[in-house]
């Protein structure tokens, strides 16, 4: 690696890097426009100047709330350069908690997208530290133009750069989102020859199938390729047949999903899966979301053994990775750690559990960067058991290391004393033909304390009645102790998800506990 691309990783300008040795390659394909690298870069170097015209620069924070659109991925590299923290923010908030995160971020400057309407000009009056507020797309009430703000500016590279830091907030399912916040991060390196993904620059193509704002998607489907010199192609929102459309018409090498996907791709019928040809695809990589045995063996018969699943956290930690081949050996498991992490499976007591017994997994933090959540030291102190932090995953190791996930300590049903984990009973009930989805949680009993309740949405052509549910239930008894089983099924015509693909169990759940103390 040549001095000049070391220094470019260093300070954040990779992507001017590329700029320089492939100023037409396309870095940006989206609905919402195009940009060469040379594109890409011009127009960060032109909001670095912008920012730093209102008193913007290392140190300070930028906030963005913005579709899968070229300006998301401008302010990144603009932010990356100067040494300033990028937070992206859900678009599908409400203005109050747009506004929220904003504030408490920090944020000097407020990109948004016109599309969202109103939104953020309400959020931006909760937030009275924003000097520079910047409408892309459109107008937005209290904001000014980003392209004029940035036209007239030098596109020429900065002489001062500086790595700048990221913050992703959490979904905030229990009180207000917390900030993420990783200091003295390390830069991203290029994922070439010897890393996974094995980017060719110049060649490959990366298809981002999730919203940019999301921790996944902005490394795996963003940063990562755009290191590499390898363009994005980026959708708005994820459709199963455009998703073949895209990989066959850019000849798509990359990409990131979720689990739910894989589920929509593979109810195409036969004629449509077929009618695209996929095989410039050579990695698929999925992590985020638990994904039924059956359904990505489905998967890999179809696509070959390009699947990869990953266990990891925002946080740092965790490293857990597996191939299809390995993955078909140890069907279910999210893999074993590299060297190079540390993790262990603790009990109620912290201490360590044998192979196959289920308690809550710790991974060991990294010795540069550990993550703090924003201005709240007593949430970040409760997460870390000494050099060791947790997410509230649960699983178990089996007699060779792999790991299997069993759900989250929040999602614990504890009925008449005994612990029944809701993922266990989900992957046996998506088996049954008649299920698209299913989310199993405990509901009050006066009796056991909670009662295993699943509430399932169901595949076209099946409908809701009492003769499906006892078949149901009579389905999970075949496969599952009695204890862990549903003794009610309910039908839902759709099964609330967050972003990333994952069931929110929280909103299942809510209904039944409402009167729950009365």
Request: glycine fraction near 10%; aromatic fraction near 8%.
């Amino acid at each position: 690696m040549t001095l000049i691309l070391e220094g470019a990783i260093a300070n954040g300008m990779t992507v001017a890097y590329h700029a320089s040795q492939q100023p037409d390659r396309a870095a940006i394909v989206s609905e919402y426009g195009r940009r060469t690298f040379e594109e890409l870069n011009a127009n960060a170097n032109r909001l670095v100047r912008a920012l730093r015209r209102e008193g913007i620069g290392d140190g300070d924070s930028v906030a963005i709330v913005a579709r899968n659109r070229p300006e998301f991925i401008e302010t990144l590299c603009a932010a990356d350069r100067t040494g300033i923290r990028f937070t992206p923010i859900n678009f599908h908030l409400k203005a109050d908690e747009i506004g929220y995160i904003v504030d408490n971020c920090e944020a000097k400057a407020f990109i948004a997208d016109a599309s969202l309407g109103e939104t953020p000009a309400e959020a931006l009056s909760l937030a009275p530290k924003v000097r520079l507020a910047l409408a892309t797309g459109g107008n937005i009430g209290g904001f000014s133009s980003y392209p004029d703000a940035i036209d007239g500016e030098s596109a020429s590279d900065i002489d001062d750069p500086s790595l700048g830091s990221r913050m992703l907030y959490t979904s905030g399912t229990t009180g207000r989102p917390k900030g993420v916040y990783r200091k003295d991060r390390d830069p991203t390196p290029p994922q070439w020859e010897g890393t996974l993904s094995n980017y060719r620059p110049g060649e490959d193509m990366e298809l981002c199938t999730g919203p940019a704002y999301h921790a996944a998607p902005l490394l795996i489907d963003i940063i990562q390729p755009l290191v590499s010199g390898v363009g994005v192609v980026m959708m708005d929102r994820w459709d199963a047949q455009e998703t073949l459309r895209l990989i066959h018409e850019h000849g798509i090498t990359h990409t990131h999903m979720v689990a739910t996907m894989f589920h929509r791709l593979l109810q195409l019928p036969d004629e449509v899966r077929h009618a695209y040809d996929l095989d410039s695809l050579r990695l698929l990589i999925h992590g985020a979301a638990p994904c039924p045995v059956h359904i990505k063996r489905a998967l890999i018969e179809w696509l070959g053994p390009i699947v990869w699943e990953y266990y990891a956290a925002t946080e740092g930690g965790g490293g857990f990775i597996v191939g299809s081949e390995e993955w078909l050996s140890k069907p279910g498991t999210v893999g074993r750690p590299g060297p190079d992490f540390d993790n262990k499976i603790l009990d109620d007591k912290g201490d360590e559990v044998a192979p196959g017994a289920i308690g809550t997994i710790y991974m060991r933090a990294p010795n540069r960067g550990r993550f703090e959540y924003y201005k709240d030291a007593d949430k970040t102190d409760s997460t870390y058991l000494g050099e060791y932090f947790t997410l509230g995953d649960m699983g178990y190791f089996d007699e060779d290391g792999y790991l299997f996930l069993t759900g989250r300590t929040a999602d614990l049903i504890i009925s008449g004393g005994v612990n029944v984990y809701p993922q266990e009973v989900d992957n046996e009930l998506l088996k049954h033909g008649a299920v698209q989805d299913v989310c199993t949680i405990g509901i009050p009993n006066d009796e056991w304390g909670e009662e295993v309740r699943s509430v399932v949405q169901l595949r076209a052509g099946h409908r809701p009645s009492d003769a499906l549910a006892a078949e149901l239930i009579e389905w999970a008894r075949e496969q599952l102790p009695g204890f862990k089983c549903p003794r009610k099924i309910d039908f839902a015509e759709e099964l609330p998800r967050t972003q990333a693909g994952k069931i929110q169990r929280r909103l299942v759940r809510e209904p039944y506990w409402v009167n729950a103390d009365a």
